[in-house]
């Protein structure tokens, strides 16, 4: 009987050690539960905190996306511009060659006419010489026939 009691007696002390382990377990298990707990919590405030810079970067990315687009169409507006401006330029090109081509034929004519006006004076001149001598020449000859005509009455 002394035996039974004793091992009623060590199973009592087993019993007693497994709840001590149990609560030990439980303890520990209840510690590992509410670090999870926390950690959890910071995970989901991280989780949060990035979703919020996430949020924040996909506004700024939506704003330099649109900043880009405007820029493009800028750009576009600007070579359309310049374009048009090139031709313009073109235009203006054209119509000075046809103004210096003009002005060179106006100079080559107002040569044309002012060698014309020199052989014109030229010609002129030379027929006042020869209408001087003419002139000289039949004033003679009015002289000479005068003269013989008083001689001859």
Known sequence: MHSLKQQL?????????????????????SLLTNKQKSAEKELMEELRKYKGQLNEKEDQLRELNRQQEST????????????????????????LDDK????????KRV?????????????????????????????????????SYTHLT
Request: proline residues 0%.
């Open 9 to 29: 007696n060590n199973k009592e002390e087993e019993l007693m050690n497994a709840k001590k382990q149990f609560k030990s377990i439980m303890d520990e298990n």
């Open 72 to 95: 493009a169409k800028e750009i576009g507006e600007l070579k359309n511009n310049l374009a048009a401006r090139d031709e313009e330029i073109v235009k203006l090109g054209k119509e």
């Open 100 to 107: 210096e081509l003009t002005l060179k034929e106006t100079k």
């Open 111 to 147: 040569k044309q006419l002012s060698d014309a006006e020199s052989l014109l004076i030229n010609e002129k001149n030379e027929l006042n010489r020869l209408t001087s001598e003419q002139q000289a020449a039949l004033n003679d000859k009015e002289e000479e026939l005068t003269v």
